[in-house]
């Protein structure tokens, strides 16, 4: 029970939801300020993301040495990655260790998942309720929820039916699950079905993958970090991280300054080549500056990767079936692979493609398209998430007058800044919609929101405010800014959770553009630029 759960006693200044890599910081950094911080979280530990998702095959596909939390010294001295691009357990271990290192656990409140929140006018406090009665107050609210953070199931009559083993990756069981010996199949090849496709098929009896959209996949190259990497790694972390601050993405890969339709048709190929077989997203975020807004240019690198996949897959029809006919290159997001396309050479794996063969549903033996019957003893869903808004649909916001956020957002979301939202005073969205930690590598741009709330509750106590919330002309002018820097991006141009899609989610069919793909560095300039002329587009009270 909550210390002032259940006479809703004196309340915090503060209270965050999610203990992932962003409500961690950010309770560490509310704490400088002096002030009581109570942080609920749906799971039994820290972690978010790396808590929730521990699917097989679970990993990085940022660097591990540039995901990492930035703000300590002495974290980075002492926490050394194992890998260049950590699985699961090791990221899930670091939290742990940032948790410890900082004692964060006596200011989170665990099994605690919240239901609601509402903004009390007169006290000029949030109350939020938690799923099982739980209550608690504050001046301020932080939504730490993640943008992938709402698994969805896909909409197949039968579901519940199925007799054997059935899991979703995003709620997997913290116990082992085998695999050997057992007839399973996988539903969804986003980027989590490619991960976990590729280590179930290592040990499986027999594997069936269904695939309603294919995805454009890219070679991870994952390697240990030996004792000569770790030292240079630690001895680069101011370059490392600057490098990083000052990339579209955060990530240590930056677009090439030239055009694909600039160069030779030799030079351009032996540039893919070269991406190609190098480590993480330099292929996607580290190519030539037009291939995401130019069309000629991105069906150059699509028709290189086309050309790799049919390499690498033997039988010519299953190459065919594995290749994407509806978005180019990096339109979407880019799942890294170790070994994908080679599980499909495997006589005990089978792609059905369900353009060709539909499911019609799950039967208790297995399941059902419209061409065959499938039998398996184990479901996989990988059908991924309602994404970034998906997560504050679950939870009951109300502002001034009990205005829902759902119905606010009905047509898209309205922001400022893509943390603050009008009529809602002191509600403030970490990695929320039109934010550009939605399309980063997420701690850096983490460390960019959490510091950037920090300092404007400082402001606040500093000038004597208790109440913040942008002007509906500001929040207006946000969100069609955040529209305009979509619009040369060929990404908006297809259907995917970054323009609001999700077949899975009832009213989700509606393309609004959710993400800020002006950069990461633009993104920084603009906050920076509102707090030095005194947080314009806010008003206080």
Request: charged share 25%; proline share 5%.
């Amino acid at each position: 029970m909550s210390l002032r759960s259940a006479g809703l006693g004196e309340p915090y200044d503060v209270i965050v939801i999610g203990a992932g890599l962003s409500g961690m910081y950010q309770l560490h950094r509310l704490r400088e300020l002096g002030l009581s911080v109570r942080v609920f979280e749906a799971g039994d530990d820290v972690g978010g993301t790396w808590y929730w998702n521990r699917y097989p095959g679970a990993r990085f596909d940022s660097e591990s040495w540039t995901y990492g939390y930035s703000f300590s010294d002495e974290i980075l001295r002492e926490w050394e990655w194992s890998e260049h691009f950590a699985a699961q357990p090791e990221t899930l271990r670091y939290c742990n260790f940032v948790a410890d290192k900082l004692d964060l656990r006596r200011d989170i409140e665990f099994d605690c998942r919240i239901k609601a929140a509402a903004y009390d006018e007169a006290a000029g406090q949030w109350e939020v309720e938690s799923e099982d009665g739980r209550r608690a107050r504050a001046r301020f609210l932080i939504t730490a929820i993640g943008p992938l953070s709402a698994p969805t199931m896909p909409t197949i009559p039968g579901v519940e039916s199925f007799r054997g083993e059935a899991y979703h990756t995003g709620t997997w069981p913290h116990r082992p699950v085998s695999f050997a010996g057992k007839r399973v199949a996988v539903i969804g090849t986003g980027a989590t079905g490619v991960q976990a496709i590729t280590e179930i098929a290592k040990t499986v009896g027999h594997l069936t993958v269904f695939q309603r959209t294919p995805n454009w996949c890219a070679p991870l190259h994952n390697s240990p970090i030996d004792p000569a990497d770790q030292a240079r790694i630690k001895a680069r972390y101011p370059e490392i991280f600057e490098t990083c601050r000052n990339s579209f993405g955060c990530f240590i890969h930056d677009a090439d300054p030239r055009n694909a339709l600039e160069v030779s048709s030799e030079e351009r190929e032996a540039f893919f080549e070269q991406r190609y077989r190098e480590p993480g997203f330099g292929i996607w975020m580290g190519n030539f500056r037009d291939v995401l807004i130019n069309r000629d240019a991105n069906a150059t690198i699509s028709d290189f990767m086309r050309r790799k996949i049919r390499e690498r897959v033997r039988d010519p029809k299953i190459a065919e079936k594995l290749i994407p006919t509806n978005h180019g290159f990096g339109t979407r997001r880019v799942p890294l692979e170790s070994g994908y396309y080679e599980v499909f050479n495997q006589d005990n794996v089978r792609l059905v493609d369900l353009r060709e063969t539909p499911i019609e549903r799950i039967t208790p033996a297995g399941v059902r398209t419209t061409g065959a019957e499938h039998a398996v003893d184990m479901i996989v869903y990988a059908t991924g998430f309602d994404a970034i808004t998906g997560a504050f649909d679950r939870i009951e916001f109300r502002g001034i007058a009990g205005r829902r956020l759902r119905d606010k957002w009905a047509e898209g979301p309205r922001t400022y800044l893509g943390l603050q939202i009008e009529g809602f005073p002191n509600l403030f969205t970490l990695v929320g919609p039109h934010n550009a930690a939605t399309f980063c590598n997420i701690p850096r741009c983490i460390e960019q929101n959490v510091d950037w709330v920090t300092a404007l509750i400082r402001h606040m106590r500093e000038k004597g405010h208790t109440r913040v919330e942008p002007t509906a002309e500001a929040e207006r002018e946000w969100t069609q800014h955040v529209l305009d820097t979509g619009r040369r991006m060929l990404f908006t141009q297809v259907d995917s959770w970054m323009m609001g899609i999700n077949s899975n989610v009832a009213g989700k069919q509606k393309r609004t553009f959710i993400v800020y793909a002006g950069g990461a560095p633009k993104y920084r300039e603009k906050c920076d630029e509102v707090a030095a002329a005194a947080y314009v587009g806010f008003t206080f009270g």
